[in-house]
């Protein structure tokens, strides 16, 4: 690869909801890493004066985003932005199209004109990951077919996540379904690195993964789990009008050296339970 045509990017800026806080990939430490750290730490390999801030917020909706966490970005100084919103609007019952919309232009708009590098990305059929939301398929499709057309429209770098199969296997998931696993969130940083090539990054997060196979009573099984321990509490939490970001702050509101490449317990195991005890992240 031509290292010689990568450009160098001294502050990067992630703002979202609970996929780029890293919900689903615990750091070890009582806290959570994510895929914006672990693409943070890959970028920062190679360009030692990064400084990396991370104001995502787990629960957040793309208004919510953007009047929290758009200011603060922006005031940063970014030259590359990642921006990963929409999901949460989605799986509302009252699901405003046009409000949302209306967010994601007006986060593109100021992010752009600062002169900042904008990630943003589409999502995978969230019905193929959990069967329970099927029905809010149509609306992901119709989403990822505006984020084209934003990204078109803005010059943003698209992480189209929304062809790859890989994207909605099992195991890139957490028992939740709601939030990447520590492989989620490892290919997910694997690909935004190769949409941005990085030097020594590759499509490999493309490669189909080895299929899992479960039997009649262990789907029964796994299908009741989920209900009980995590969809009826997600609804609980919505009747009460509750968030799980209630209270809950940036964990990385300033700009900071980027995190070191590591690979630790979480990525050996689920790496172990595709690919078996010879293969690590």
Request: proline content about 8%; charged content about 20%; overall charge neutral.
């Amino acid at each position: 690869m031509d290292t010689g045509s990568f450009p160098s990017y001294l502050r990067y800026v992630a703002i979202g909801d609970s996929q780029t806080e890293g919900i689903g990939d615990p750091d070890g430490a009582g806290g959570h890493r994510g895929w914006a750290d672990r693409f943070a730490a890959l970028l920062g390999a190679g360009t030692p004066a990064l400084r990396y801030a991370n104001l995502a917020i787990r629960g957040r909706r793309a208004a919510q985003i953007r009047s929290e966490q758009l200011a603060p970005a922006v005031a940063l100084r970014p030259d590359l932005v990642s921006v990963m919103a929409g999901m949460n609007d989605i799986i509302r019952p009252r699901f405003d199209r046009a409000a949302l919309l209306d967010d994601l232009h007006a986060m593109f708009d100021e992010l752009t004109a600062i002169g900042a590098r904008v990630i943003t990305f589409t999502y995978p059929d969230i019905g193929g990951v959990a069967p329970f939301v099927r029905p809010l398929s149509p609306r992901v499709r119709e989403l990822n077919a505006e984020m084209r057309r934003l990204a078109r429209r803005y010059g943003l770098t698209l992480v189209d996540f929304e062809p790859v199969a890989a994207t909605a296997h099992p195991l890139v998931w957490s028992a939740d379904r709601l939030h990447l696993s520590p492989l989620g969130h490892d290919l997910v940083a694997r690909a935004v690195a190769d949409i941005l090539t990085l030097p020594g990054a590759d499509a490999t997060w493309r490669d189909p993964l080895p299929p899992v196979r479960r039997g009649v009573a262990e789907t029964v099984v796994a299908e009741l789990t989920w209900t009980t321990q995590h969809m009826l509490p997600w609804i609980a939490r919505r009747v009460r009008g509750r968030s799980s970001g209630t209270g809950v702050q940036p964990k990385r509101p300033d700009l900071l050296p980027a995190p070191i490449c590591r690979t630790d317990e979480a990525d050996t195991q689920a790496a172990t339970q595709l690919f078996g005890p010879a293969h690590t992240l």
